[in-house]
């Protein structure tokens, strides 16, 4: 489980990073980012990114913010 939650410094621009961290990581099963500065382009983007991944909970804000 990694909680990034309330960090502000998790934007759009943290996007790659974490599409490759989660594509890299086979151990990771959860990932929450709550609060944080992601827009609905980069939510939709780790949306997609973790599609393939079995077993795997994204948490995220509201999806429309």
Excluded: Y
Excluded at 26 to 44: P, Q, V
């Amino acid at each position: 489980h990694l909680d990034l939650s309330e960090n502000k410094k998790i934007t759009d621009a943290s996007v790659p990073i974490l599409q490759e961290m989660l594509k890299l990581n086979f151990f990771l099963n959860e990932l929450a980012i709550f609060e944080c500065g992601l827009s609905r382009h980069g939510k939709d983007k780790l949306r997609k990114a973790v599609r393939t991944k079995k077993n795997f909970s994204l948490s995220v804000n509201n999806w429309n913010e």
